[in-house]
């Protein structure tokens, strides 16, 4: 199973970072303003240890963040993990968030450039990525004007101080992101690890004890999974995504249990590739030099082929309304 230093080193960064866009506020004023002990600050940022659910709140509402940015850092490990194939993993996240708050793949190989990412129903993730692309539009717009100013050295720092002010409306936009909605219209989440198992057992016509066999774990060990009181390292993930003929990434729980969540995991996923907002899609690159994005990011691989299938398996979807197939596209899709 991966270490859970890469957890520790992500959360540190993200914390240093709310810290550095909050006026680099302190460690200490961090402590007073959050009632979480400068000494647990000081380990969290050292990475010795990972701060718990009720400390992750408390700093987060003290830093103007919302809790979910905590939450969607966990993508980064999920795609440089090694036991997982980091196509598949996005795959899935993608597959999920749009199952749940009815979403739809776009995909658009134009004439000049391939476009694709994801289309709202008029919800809140809709609306989310309206804000988003304004903010976005206009950081892009004062970036290029202090790129290209070429003007004197009064008006170049002007257009300096305008771009970075507008990086960290939009970056506060990013990590702080948590408008209401009314659970009531969203019925549904990303189902749990527990959920997704029991369907594909089910589906492959397996009883517990048959999945345990081929897995090569104890009935009581499937049973803990099912019923949400286990969680199978990734050992044990691949044994039993093996045993249900599916990729291990059909596997991972991500704990998305609203829409604020999946849409901080959509702008995580947009950092991670380099992806920019555009309205109601989540669209091409734009370059930029934001380091602290990039920091420790291999070369990411295309999405191009994945956006691509899934969008033609969604339209034969709309055509022969067959859900069943459709499933059974998403839990077998390898990319």
Request: proline fraction near 4%; aromatic fraction near 8%.
């Amino acid at each position: 199973m991966e270490s859970s230093r890469p957890g520790r080193k992500r959360f540190a960064n993200m914390l240093k970072f709310l810290r550095e866009l909050n006026n680099a506020m302190t460690q200490d004023k961090l402590s007073q303003e959050s009632g979480v002990a400068v000494e647990l600050i000081q380990n969290y940022e050292q990475e010795k240890s990972l701060a718990k659910d009720e400390n992750k709140e408390r700093l987060a509402e003290a830093l103007g963040a919302c809790p979910a940015v905590f939450l969607a850092i966990d993508l980064r490990d999920r795609v440089s993990n090694e036991v997982n194939d980091e196509v598949s993993v996005v795959a899935q996240l993608l597959f999920q968030i749009a199952s749940s708050y009815d979403l739809r793949p776009v995909y658009d190989e134009g004439n000049v450039n391939i476009s694709y990412g994801l289309a709202g129903n008029g919800g809140y993730i809709e609306h989310a990525l309206a804000e988003w692309v304004e903010l976005a539009e206009a950081e892009h717009r004062n970036t290029m004007l202090a790129v290209d100013s070429g003007k004197s050295k009064v008006e170049t720092a002007i257009r300096d101080r305008i771009a970075e002010r507008s990086f960290r409306e939009l970056r506060k936009f990013e990590t702080g992101y948590n408008k209401p909605y009314k659970a009531s219209d969203y019925p549904t989440c990303p189902p749990r690890l527990g959920e997704t198992v029991k369907r594909l057992r089910s589906a492959c016509g397996l009883t517990q004890d048959d999945l345990a066999m081929a897995a090569g774990v104890s009935v009581f060990t499937v049973r803990g999974y099912e019923q949400g009181k286990r969680t199978p390292n990734d050992e044990q993930r691949v044994a039993i995504a093996k045993a249900l003929d599916v990729p291990p990434e059909v596997l991972i729980d991500f704990g998305i249990t609203n829409p604020n969540e999946a849409f901080h995991y959509l702008m995580e996923m947009t950092h991670v590739y380099y992806m920019t907002p555009q309205m109601g899609i989540i669209g091409p690159v734009i370059a930029d030099d934001r380091n602290l994005i990039r920091i420790g990011l291999p070369k990411r691989p295309s999405l191009d082929k994945l956006f691509h299938d899934w969008y033609f398996a969604w339209v034969e979807l709309q055509e022969t309304g067959d859900t069943k197939k459709y499933q059974n596209w998403q839990d077998h899709y390898e990319g």
